[in-house]
């Protein structure tokens, strides 16, 4: 998944590509234009990945601007999401943002989860509970002011935790 801004019709996509041999790593992929699941378009069984960000700008010359990429990668195949085998909380996205954060949250199962948002003085400052999906899922923030926050997320014995930041809006 990627996270991006683009005035007008300025886009961002994606090409992968995977190997068991980093020298060789073969042909690169069709541009993907949205994030997911990469079944069918890379080879199971493979040890190497990369990718590469395809930026076109808009028609009046304006430019996007990548802020995060996150990939979710299990060697193993693609031949669907892959659940973690133990709670999984990754890196909040986009780090800093500007009001709204996304927790991508990984289950082993079906599970009731807890996220809490802390500043930096520890003060609880958003929370969120519902069950979840094994799997990937995501939940999202907004509304926040700028400074440093602590995301902590919660399911059943498991806890993790990421800190990030929030700056103030773009002008």
Request: proline share 8%; net charge negative; with cysteine.
């Amino acid at each position: 998944m990627w996270s991006w801004e683009a005035p007008g019709s300025a886009k961002v996509g994606f090409q992968v590509r995977s190997s068991v041999d980093p020298s060789s790593m073969g042909a690169w992929s069709d541009t993907l234009w949205t994030p997911g699941n990469l079944y069918g378009i890379l080879e199971d069984g493979t040890d190497y990945f990369q990718y590469r960000a395809i930026l076109v700008p808009g028609g009046s010359g304006t430019s996007p601007v990548l802020k995060d990429v996150t990939v979710v990668w299990d060697a193993g195949g693609t031949g669907g999401p892959v659940a973690p085998s133990s709670l999984v909380l990754l890196p909040v996205s986009p780090n800093p943002c500007t009001g709204a954060a996304e927790l991508v949250v990984g289950l082993p199962g079906d599970a009731s989860v807890e996220a809490v948002l802390f500043d930096i003085a520890g003060r609880r400052v958003w929370s969120y509970a519902n069950p979840q999906q094994r799997g990937w899922n995501s939940i999202v923030t907004d509304g926040l002011i700028p400074g440093v926050y602590f995301a902590v997320v919660r399911s059943g014995d498991e806890e993790a935790s990421q800190r990030f930041s929030v700056i103030s809006a773009r002008r």
